[in-house]
T-cell receptor, first 117, second 119 residues
Framework: DTGVSQDPRHKITKRGQNVTFRCDPI?????LYWYRQTLGQGPEFLTYFQNEAQLEKSRLLSDRFSAERPKGSFSTLEIQRTEQGDSAMYLCASSSQGEGLSSYEQYFGPGTRLTVT | AQKVTQAQTEISVVEKEDVTLDCVYE???????LFWYKQPPSGELVFLIR??????QNEISGRYSWNFQKSTSSFNFTITASQVVDSAVYFC????????????????FGKGTHLIIQP
């Protein structure tokens, strides 16, 4: 069973450019989450999907951020017109929903480190 | 609003010592879920435990143990006979109303405790 994968692992971009990150969850997981982590802080929740439906968005998710999960499998997070304050580690997690002991346990990917210059 | 406080920013102990990481949480819900994650220097968050609010039994897994006390809103984590490989940042997290679809399913994390185990 493969874990959560994210691509790319590192991204350096210039201010004002658009960037897109991809997350592939654990195959049987129907829930997918995006978080952002800055240096010395805990991860902050951005948004989550149940299958293809985006069910919650944090107020941290400005209009420049958009996330999709078109077929209920992989997800993309796009940041438009990047700003230096967007520099952070972007983490993806997935979980299953149900009655099993492991339900709702979120398993994280390795993250995409974004640097905006 | 939910909040998680990890007051210990950094703890340094010598190998084989026992160490306890504190976690205090705030929530308005009566049903909630608490988690601990480990983030080693490699950066990937590793799931350690999930505890439901209606289950106050303490749990032990090898050298790890967790003490959940609703009366003090605490969910502390103890490592017995610490090892150098335990060095990492440890995060406590909280989620309300898991599975309700009504929101608040994302985890609220504390700022983490950086644990340093010296040989």
């Amino acid at each position: 069973d493969t874990g959560v994968s994210q691509d790319p692992r590192h991204k350096i971009t210039k201010r004002g450019q658009n960037v897109t990150f991809r997350c592939d969850p654990i195959s049987e997981h129907n829930r997918l989450y995006w978080y952002r982590q800055t240096l010395g802080q805990g991860p902050e929740f951005l948004t989550y999907f149940q299958n293809e439906a985006q069910l919650e968005k944090s107020r941290l998710l400005s209009d420049r951020f958009s996330a999709e999960r078109p077929k209920g499998s992989f997800s993309t997070l796009e940041i438009q017109r990047t700003e230096q304050g967007d520099s952070a580690m972007y983490l993806c997690a997935s979980s299953s929903q149900g009655e099993g002991l492991s339900s709702y346990e979120q398993y994280f990917g390795p993250g995409t480190r974004l640097t905006v210059t | 609003a939910q909040k998680v406080t990890q007051a210990q920013t950094e703890i340094s102990v010598v190998e084989k010592e026992d160490v306890t990481l504190d976690c205090v949480y705030e929530t308005r819900d009566t049903t909630y879920y608490l988690f601990w994650y480990k983030q080693p220097p490699s950066g990937e968050l590793v799931f350690l435990i999930r505890r439901n609010s209606f289950d106050e039994q303490n749990e032990i897994s090898g050298r790890y143990s967790w003490n959940f006390q609703k009366s003090t809103s605490s969910f502390n984590f103890t490592i017995t006979a610490s090892q150098v490989v335990d060095s990492a940042v440890y995060f406590c997290a909280l989620s309300e109303a898991l599975g309700s679809g009504g929101g608040a399913d994302g985890l609220t994390f504390g700022k983490g405790t950086h644990l340093i185990i010296q040989p």
